[in-house]
């Protein structure tokens, strides 16, 4: 089984600074993709970022970008020019693709101070 | 990508009784997921529905609670049944972007409070 680690139960950061999320994972796969997924106040969960475990290069979205580190099975969020609308609660994933299922963190909540 | 619509929204039940939760998406899936958000807590997947066949459930979760159906590749519902307080909590509907890649797309979730 898998376990995903979100050790930041909350965090703050300043409007325009740089945040990063960690999480980390245990899993004995070898073929799997982590996510991270943003859930604002009362809103949906919607993508943010995908990896795949056989990518080496960490992938980027804008302003959000991952670094993946697959020996250490840790994979954190770094969120440039934090915004407003960046507040949410951010959850970690990690999907087994043998089994079709995701494994979720008890994620973070990140809120953009003005 | 896909929309997926989940009625209702939230409601408010009285103990013992069960509530029928839908979700409906925009395209044909083959796999929907249920998970249960409790509080400020990550999300616990409930059970996969797969059309055509019985839906399989996750460890401390079972059909007589949590009955499933599956009636077509774009709908699916999920009963709570003989409700407490301890089944307070936002239920998710999801789907899958493709078995190979994982990606989950969610509604926006029914928020139950039983008293």
């Known amino acids: 089984a898998q376990t995903v680690t979100q050790s930041q139960p909350e965090m703050s950061v300043q409007e325009a600074e740089t945040v990063t999320l960690s999480c980390t994972y245990d899993?004995?796969?070898?073929?799997?993709?982590l996510f991270w997924y943003k859930q604002p106040p009362s809103r949906q969960m919607i993508l943010v970022i995908r990896?795949?475990?056989?990518?080496?290069q960490n992938a980027t979205e804008n302003r959000f970008s991952v670094n993946f580190q697959k020996a250490a099975k840790s994979f954190s969020l770094k969120i440039s020019d934090s915004q407003l609308g960046d507040t949410a609660m951010y959850f970690c994933?990690?999907?087994?693709?043998?089994?079709?299922?995701?494994?979720f963190g008890d994620g973070t909540t990140l809120t953009v101070k003005p | 990508s896909a929309v997926i619509s989940q009625k209702p929204s939230r409601d408010i039940c009285q103990r013992g009784t069960s509530l029928t939760i839908q979700c409906q998406v925009d395209?044909?899936?083959?796999?929907m997921f249920w998970y249960r958000q409790q509080p400020g807590q990550s999300l616990t997947l409930i059970a996969t529905?797969?059309?055509?066949?019985?839906?399989?459930?996750e460890s401390g979760f079972v059909i007589d609670k949590f009955p499933i159906s599956r009636p077509n590749l774009t709908f699916s519902t999920l009963t709570v049944s003989n409700m407490s307080p301890e089944d307070s909590s936002i239920y998710l509907c999801?789907?899958?972007?493709?078995?190979?890649?994982?990606?989950?797309?969610f509604g926006e979730g029914s928020r139950l409070t039983v008293l």
């Open positions: 395209s044909q899936v083959t796999m």
């Open positions: 999801s789907v899958s972007g493709g078995r190979t890649t994982g990606e989950l797309f």
């Open positions: 990896q795949e475990a056989y990518k080496q």
């Open positions: 899993t004995s796969e070898n073929n799997y993709y």
């Open positions: 529905a797969n059309q055509g066949s019985e839906a399989t459930y």
């Open positions: 994933a990690f999907y087994n693709t043998n089994a079709g299922k995701s494994t």
